[in-house]
């Protein structure tokens, strides 16, 4: 880890130490929570104790009367706002308005029915006890197959279904393949329910803006751009009177790609008051008003041959809408449809999935957003063919997967995979984990019956990442396109100033579009500013996810830079007196080929370009360009995961033992930063596969309500992991990098379950529910033993 680079040597590819972290670090950021405007007024809002309840009465006459109390509003005081969804998937998708405040019905424990105005969160917060709200409580809807038959209480009464939408895609004949098969193995898997917890909760702060109607929105949001755009379709406020500016954002997983209900009420609020106004969310508020990710059913079919050929992948997905549709809710397992047949060559292949309205808070993309359910799901049903067909799991993969000489590949599911080496990664991987010696291991526990047997989980997988080329999504019927902005300034100065519209949360972009622009106009790394994160000074863009941000917003910065060298050489030679032909660029210092002594630097082009006094005809003052980029195609890193564990058999316990993963994820910026999301990506996936889950009573409650039951792991729950990678650049970009930021999080889960029920598969365990807490363990080896073990 370094601090700078020599003169002459590259940026990218050095892990240069990251310039985000000295403020993050010293206490000198800016959360919004920690804005204190003058004249400030805070919301709370009063919460639906109840999942589904008609609202017979909202009077909030007496918390008027409460100390501080500004105002209390209902649903019927705020009109018809609602919050709108961006990606209706088929025509005839069941889509709710979704009011910001509840007016008739509430329909999830958590909905908001009252808003509370007052001079300090504080009296905002104890004047919520006064309003009166009477409730007639309606049935309950937590499961999505009892949502789907008939007679089901209805979340909807007037849409008349609990179905939101059936999507249906396919490639080759599945049919055709599975009538030939030797083997067909099926398998349910389910995903939990999960709660996304970013480091910092939700916040948001709206201020007026005088007799303009102009308003500044603060918020710990993901997408600044698409939330000003959301903000003035679901407001009605014109979008050139908004400006959203997200601050420092601590984390967000997904659960800040959002236009939330408290972002649009501040906005409405701040203009009827004419004063700034605050919510920000406590940990158990946000446990039931953020949205939750995953939660679906997998019922998965795989066909193959004897030998192992596999012949093709059936997947029918239900999948948990919860009570309303977020902004890409049904979209979510759109995103993993291309992805169940992940590394495997296949005949035939067909995706069908059902979205399902329950009483319960809303879902929408969480970290991987589709892609970790469908690797999960694909992985463990190979492991399932192995054992049925008696192969080695690898071995299975191995057989099945693109060799590295057949690239570029066209999948069943159609996508073109640019690159890859998936043999490279996983001898990689092999090496580093000892693959040989921990089998050889777990069969002497075997032998000698050990109560703590070893289980081998492999995974070994590829995402789709650069979301998303805009034609692909418009065939999507997504309303929004996946195109990225750049502006690169070189100052009259010689200093730089990046301006980017892919708004960071933790990502390093700041590090990483540092070390792209150094090297492209040949500047020193420390003079380069990255501006982000405000729609005013970066007014185009679409913001940060699904590892976007780098293939798309990295490629807009480059191409940003090699337009101001462009201009910068017309400049230079005007100024030197020759043909732009004649120059070469290296190191930020033009030069006349073959004319020793013939030079300038960009630095001081910048300032001829400020002057403005002798430039050559036609070329406009300033030294600046744009670029827009709109990928042709995804990139696709893959890599190979292997876990270890051991599982106690008598009490469930299970440890990781060991963690080993190599990665492919092309050409690296900064090395240092993609541990960092290594690192923190395999933590998320190991969590969902033993920790954490979002659980229902049958009332609705959410009964794992704060981080006491919600066990979200600490460092001190995980292993070391001993992380590599192998290098395929990728072909569709001109920095070869693929995407890094979800890679972990889709990698790992599968690899630690099919550990665990490696390790159970001689006793005659075939899945164990995620997540695997010593109960669920304990439980799965009692049922396949009948209790003998």
């Not at 007639?136 to 008939?150: G, I, K, N, R, S």
């Not at 650069?466 to 070189?490: C, D, F, H």
């Not at 732009?580 to 006349?592: H, K, S, Y």
């Amino acid at each position: 880890m370094t601090d700078t680079i020599e003169a002459g040597a590259k940026a990218v590819g050095a892990p240069l130490r990251r310039k985000e972290d000295a403020h993050l670090l010293t206490g000198q950021t800016s959360w919004t929570d920690n804005l204190q405007l003058p004249g400030m007024l805070h919301m709370a809002m009063l919460r639906s104790p109840m999942a589904h309840a008609r609202v017979t009465r909202v009077d909030g006459s007496a918390a008027l009367g409460r100390p501080g109390v500004v105002a209390v509003y209902t649903g019927a005081d705020l009109g018809s706002v609602s919050i709108p969804c961006v990606w209706p998937v088929t025509p005839d998708m069941v889509a709710p308005a979704y009011p910001i405040v509840a007016t008739d019905e509430v329909r999830y424990a958590g909905d908001v029915v009252a808003v509370v105005v007052a001079d300090s969160s504080y009296h905002a917060a104890d004047a919520l006890e006064a309003v009166d709200v009477g409730y007639e409580q309606l049935p309950a809807v937590v499961d999505m197959e009892a949502a789907l038959a008939d007679g089901s209480p209805l979340v909807h009464a007037d849409k008349g279904t609990n179905k939101c939408y059936y999507w249906e895609f396919t490639g080759g004949d599945y049919a055709a393949a599975a009538a030939k098969a030797e083997v067909i193995v099926k398998r349910r898997f389910i995903q939990q329910r999960l709660i996304p917890t970013a480091m910092e909760p939700r916040s948001v702060v709206c201020s007026p803006m005088g007799a303009s109607g102009e308003i500044t929105l603060w918020s710990a949001t993901q997408i600044p751009h698409v939330l000003r755009v959301l903000l003035a379709l679901s407001t009605g406020i014109p979008e050139q009177q908004i400006r959203v500016i997200a601050p420092d954002v601590g984390g967000g997983f997904g659960s800040k790609l959002e236009l939330y209900r408290e972002e649009a009420i501040a906005a409405l609020l701040a203009q009827k008051l004419g004063r700034p106004v605050k919510w920000t969310e406590s940990r158990s508020e946000g446990y039931v008003s953020t949205i939750h990710g995953r939660d679906q059913i997998q019922d998965l079919e795989a066909a193959a041959l004897r030998d192992g050929t596999l012949l093709g992948i059936k997947a029918d997905i239900k999948a948990d809408m919860g009570a309303y549709l977020q902004i890409i809710t049904p979209g979510v397992p759109l995103l993993g449809a291309f992805m169940y047949n992940g590394i495997y060559k296949m005949e035939g292949y067909h995706f069908g999935a059902t979205g399902v309205f329950t009483t319960k808070t809303p879902t929408d993309a969480y970290r991987g957003a589709g892609r970790p359910e469908a690797t999960f799901a694909l992985e463990r049903i190979m492991d399932e063919l192995a054992a049925e067909l008696g192969m080695e799991p690898l071995e299975l993969r191995e057989k099945n997967w693109i060799k590295h000489e057949e690239f570029p590949y066209t999948t069943i599911a159609g996508l073109e995979y640019d690159s890859g080496n998936y043999e490279a990664a996983t001898a990689r991987a092999k090496e580093l984990f000892d693959y040989d010696g921990l089998r050889r291991e777990q069969q002497e526990r075997r032998d000698r019956n050990d109560p703590v047997q070893l289980g081998i989980g492999i995974s070994t997988f590829t995402e789709m990442c650069g979301l998303a080329p805009s034609r692909i999504l418009s065939a999507l019927n997504y309303v929004a396109g996946g195109w990225e902005q750049a502006t690169v300034r070189v100052l009259p100065t010689g200093k730089v100033e990046v301006v980017t519209g892919s708004s960071p949360h933790g990502q390093g972009h700041v590090t990483a579009w540092s070390q792209i622009a150094a090297d492209a106009l040949g500047v020193p790394f420390e003079d380069i500013q990255v501006i982000h994160g405000d729609t005013r000074s970066s007014p185009n863009g679409m913001d940060t996810y699904g590892s976007r941000s780098l293939a798309v917003g990295g490629i807009a910065v480059l191409r940003a830079a090699e337009r101001v060298v462009d201009k910068a050489r017309l400049i230079a030679a005007h100024q030197l007196e020759c043909d732009p032909g004649d120059l070469e660029f290296t190191g930020g210092t033009f030069r006349v080929k073959g004319t020793p002594g013939a030079e300038t630097t960009i630095q001081a082009v910048a300032f001829e370009a400020f002057t403005a006094h002798n430039l050559p005809d036609g070329v406009e003052p300033t030294l600046m360009a744009d670029s827009t980029v709109d990928p042709d195609t995804f990139s696709y890193p893959h890599g190979t995961h292997l876990c270890a564990v051991e599982v106690d058999t008598e009490t469930g316990a299970t440890r990781i033992r060991n963690y080993t993963c190599v990665d492919d994820i092309g050409n690296v910026v900064n090395p240092m930063i993609v541990e960092g999301q290594v690192h923190g990506g395999i933590a998320q996936g190991i969590a969902q596969a033993l920790f954490e889950e979002a659980v229902y009573d049958e009332s609705g409650n959410l009964v794992t309500g704060t981080m006491v039951d919600y066990l979200v792991p600490s460092a001190a729950d995980l292993p070391w992991f001993t992380t590599d990678r192998t290098v395929t650049p990728a072909t569709t970009n001109p920095l070869g990098v693929k995407g890094v930021g979800e890679a972990g999080a889709i990698a790992s889960t599968p690899a630690v379950v099919n550990a665990v029920v490696d390790a159970l598969r001689p006793l005659g365990v075939t899945d164990v529910q995620m997540p695997c807490s010593p109960h669920r363990v304990w439980r799965a080896i009692q049922t396949a033993t009948g209790g003998a073990a």
